[in-house]
């Protein structure tokens, strides 16, 4: 069999080459890039292997045997060995690049690591880059004059650690005000603060799912990953637009907007953080991390940073890898040097919450084929597993958000989430059990599906005749009427009867606005599904991310088109995946790293420089036609 | 021969074993520690060798033939050098460690390197943390999509660096108002800023000599090495005390004490900035960064680092190597995320000013063994060469600051600074041709002297009779005389003769003072010299650093038995030396590095704990007697 006849050779090459490591005992095969190394590999996949360092090669704990495939030894693992372990394949985990594939025997763990769910059911073994050491230090004397904190980092010497000025500042006062037993606070590789006496077990991140209309805040206990206190609050820069190109579009008009909407973005996530912190009784002090998740606009303009460039061709990022930042530089008052995880984007139209939300779905990871799609003004698609991942951007425009829909609104109370119709009625969900006030995303699908399905309107989405309406659905047709000059079909009478100006309907532009967010999303996945020569069957699961996911029918979604079209069952509601990512990246570095290299494992497919993507587009306007 | 007959084998181990480098052409000989870079070692002896990246092994263009002792090829030289070249002993100077005695063939340089002459005649080639780099960039399109940060890092490849958050917070306005031709502004690894065109000549950095008593700033352009603005105050803190003692009294008195000196360091600090940047018209946003050198206590209090454990036995430091700080860190407002070189601090009482005053005098690279003397009311001294090099601080109390003098002053105009005396005469030199208004320290020495040598004082330090003063030096037994209880001898009459309490005179108490200083740095000197099994005939120089150093008379220095005898063209006065050594870490990384190795290379000696101090000290008491 020649490399072009084997099974995988029509997919696209993304990023590198990966190889297969069997983890024994317990039998546990998993796929990853080549080059990682053998602790990430196994931390990835909730596989426990010992280690206080955290993978830097100093604390010499996290020794496997490679039983096939060993590497050569690394500088560290002749010191840590014998020749003869060396000879029978001892390695330390950290330092053994997975360069082929290999069998790994793990020794039973001294320490059984604490582990979380989180995610989309995903096992996180809790290595948060917060630590807190607790240090019981000797006093020093004219023998020992050591200066304080060469006192304390020789008691990390586990660690490979620098000093934050703020931590060599207290230092003194808290070591002799303390009897020297003092604990260290560490993010990272830095140490940022001296505390009297034992203060281990009081350690806490925040996780923001910065979006462009909600904004949700999670406290996790850092020491057991539990999440103790949630909030979430509409994102205060409404006032400058509904979704991310109003408000490029506002700090493009005016220079001192961008200022504004910075400000606007950290008092929203300040406010969040002393919510979560006083509903849970927590000091803010003690959060020493916070992680957040945003799209590239939203992430750009709480970085002070000015998203014009993303809003006009050729839609460019200030940065992929952002630098480091401090709690502080997005507004958030913990503690004074807590540091700041910002997801980094793949592009202007793939940003950090995607990153975040293919982390906590696992889709690099997974040898399932599945599809990954964030509805929302802007279409974020993802297609792939464990092997290569590719990924695209449709340009969905406002329908599913209420903005350009007469009567459309957010899913929130009030919102028709749920539309049933039989040629003799209608039936309708509302949130909240509320009197209908709007239309939600996931309603107008069902609304728009239910039409199709009774013919009322036709493949190209125009409504029918008043006369053929009366002979398909003799119970509907009173709905279908005008308003104006334009046809309309009334789903919810609000005052009297025949008062349409006043009622819940869905207007013939309405239509047209969804046939072409429809046909953007199944233009970008068909793109994507040819690029990497799979049929629609091929997909073993479809992801449906975000908020307007976990309303949407998987049925109606089907029959119109915007998902592909497979069984029901595997379409599957992914919830606040990007909020999920976010929490993920503060119980774990391990998590963290891979988010970082799904930027080199992810391959961007653009669709607006492509020739073919107007035919294409065109095509997916229509509806598919139902046999009944 | 064995070891133990070997002729440096009495010298005291200190820092790692030397190895020679043989540089070709030229023949220049270098002694260095072992294991540090071939690089950095033509670099610290002023011979110059290509390279853009500064010793990263990215620029690849260090390219030196290693004859002799070649080392085993690193990985970035098996990549740099074809086998046969390697074969040769071709390798990368910034790669290549200086493991054994070595020829080193340097080809003729591309580039004539920049030098500047600094510190105490040392040739210091420019090779500053900051760098400017003027890039014409391509527009980005939708086929290179490339981030703004990305497009900037890509063309700066010889460099591995990251960004700081506010460089990428201006990147994208920048790069678009200035059609892509901009200037990328980095210190050390850190991009910090873009600015619109080429602004490649405009590099400022500021080195501060931070003293108890005096500032000194000096503004430096980066680019020619040449100062271009100095300016000098008095340290505002003086209210507190005149000495580190009593500042860190008064911190440990009142806590909010801390606070206010370390806000009056800044003041201070950042008057002196302006100062310079207007005199020199430079713009302060022009300057990128920052060196300061000043004693432990100053250095802590400056940091806003509580100093009472420096004052304390058993006299402990915050921190040796100091966290990375920014000059805003120290109050100074130049550029916003400009960097600051804090040098470190060997021990609680041989400060950050030490470590420069070696620097600028080249202590650790000098084949002659000599001696560095920084006298002040705390005295370090150091004793070596390029070998080895031993250091200590002695308590010399605060005569020479005039303190403790009853007609002391600081040397500044109205003190009298030399004095000459015969049997017959007193001659006074007075700073600024003023009338006399009192004593500094280097007068006090030349009185004491005098008064010695013709007899008036004994050997023990005490006043002869007036009877045997007269029969001694008829002239001036007149001035010998009495205070209230007190023996006094007036050096100058102001007002009527026989006032003597508003004459300029020198009292028994001081000559006391005097003793007890003189005792404290020549039992310092002298146990430095029997550690390393040396004679004061074997000091081929004495270094007398900081101001006073430049007044004092050396014959009388060594008449008094302050200095050893050493014939009088051996001792030099050094000057202000940490400004120097501060210039110098401005001025290049290289010199920076060594400055910090020099942490390692010096071994601190303990006076205050070793059985035998006080013996000695009362030994070096006395007077040495003079043949008249």
Chains 1, 2 share one sequence.
């Not at 979430?232 to 409404?238: D, G, P, V, Y």
């Amino acid at each position: 069999m020649t490399a072009a006849e084997a099974p995988d050779a029509h997919l696209p090459a993304a990023g590198p080459p990966r190889v297969d490591l069997l983890f024994e005992p317990g039998g546990r095969r998993v796929r990853v890039p080549a080059g990682v190394t053998v602790f990430d590999a196994a931390s990835w996949n909730g596989i426990g292997i010992d280690s206080t360092c955290g993978g830097h090669g100093t604390c010499k704990k996290c020794r496997v045997r490679i039983v096939d495939g060993a590497a050569t030894p690394s500088s560290v693992d002749i010191r840590a060995f014998s020749p003869d372990e060396l000879r029978l394949g001892w390695r330390l985990a950290c330092r053994a690049d997975a360069a082929s594939d290999a069998v790994v025997e793990v020794p039973p763990l001294v320490t059984r690591p604490k582990a979380a769910t989180v995610g989309v059911g995903r096992r996180v073994i809790l290595r948060p880059a917060v630590q807190k050491r607790y240090l019981e230090l000797g006093e020093p004397s004219l023998a020992d004059q050591r200066s304080d904190l060469e006192r304390i980092l020789d008691a990390l010497d586990d660690l490979e650690l620098r000093a934050d000025l703020h931590a060599v500042r207290v230092a003194g006062r808290v070591l002799r005000a303390a009897d020297y037993l003092v604990t260290a606070v560490i993010v990272d590789d830095v140490l940022i603060d001296v505390q009297p006496g034992d203060t281990t077990a009081l350690s806490y991140g925040i996780a923001f799912d910065l979006g462009t209309t909600t904004v949700v805040a999670t406290l996790l206990d850092l020491s057991t990953g539990t999440p103790v206190a949630v909030a979430s609050a509409l994102n205060a820069q409404q006032p400058f637009g509904a979704d991310v190109i109003t408000r490029i579009s506002a700090a493009m008009l005016d220079p001192s907007t961008l200022g504004k909407l910075t400000e606007l973005a950290h008092s929203t996530l300040a406010a969040l953080a002393a919510e979560v912190c006083a509903e849970a009784r927590v000091d803010p002090a003690d959060v020493y991390e916070i992680a957040l998740a945003g799209n590239a606009t939203m992430t750009h303009i709480a970085l002070g940073i000015d998203p014009e460039p993303l809003g006009v061709a050729p839609f460019i990022l200030a940065a992929r890898l952002l630098p480091e930042v401090l709690a502080a530089d997005l507004g958030v008052a913990v503690h004074p040097r807590a540091r700041a995880v910002v997801f980094p984007p793949f592009g202007a139209y793939v940003g950090g919450d995607i990153t975040a939300g293919l982390l906590a779905s696992g889709m690099d990871r997974d040898a399932r084929t599945r599809l990954f799609i964030d509805i929302g003004t802007n279409c974020e698609i993802v297609l792939g597993n464990r092997d290569w991942l590719l990924a695209t951007a449709a340009p969905a425009g406002p329908a599913f958000e209420g903005a350009a829909i007469r009567c459309g609104m957010r899913a929130a109370e009030g919102a028709i989430e749920v539309v049933t119709m039989t040629p003799d009625s209608v039936s309708l969900r509302v949130i909240g059990d509320a009197e209908p006030a709007g239309l939600c995303g996931s309603g107008l699908v069902d609304a728009v599906t239910g039409l199709v399905r009774l013919g009322l309107l036709d493949s190209t989405g125009r409504f029918v005749s008043v006369e053929a309406a009366a002979a398909l659905a003799p119970g509907l047709a009173g709905r279908l009427t005008t308003l104006g000059e334009e046809r309309v079909f009334v789903l919810h009478w609000l005052g009297e009867q025949g008062d349409v100006a006043r009622s819940v309907y869905l207007t013939q532009r309405d239509v047209r606005e969804l046939q072409f967010a429809k046909a953007a999303i199944a233009t970008g996945w068909r793109i994507l599904l040819e690029e990497a020569g799979l049929a629609a069957g091929d997909i073993q699961q479809v992801l449906l991310a975000g908020s307007f996911g976990s309303y949407l029918s998987p049925g109606n979604a089907v029959r119109l088109g915007l998902v592909p079209d497979v069984p029901v069952p595997r379409i599957v509601s992914a919830g606040n995946v990007a909020g999920e990512g976010a929490k993920m990246a503060l119980l774990s570095v391990r998590e963290r790293a891979a988010g970082l290299a799904l930027l080199e494992e992810v391959r961007y497919v653009e669709l607006s420089d492509r020739a073919d993507f107007n035919d294409r587009f065109i095509d997916q306007l229509a509806f598919p036609s139902f046999a009944g």
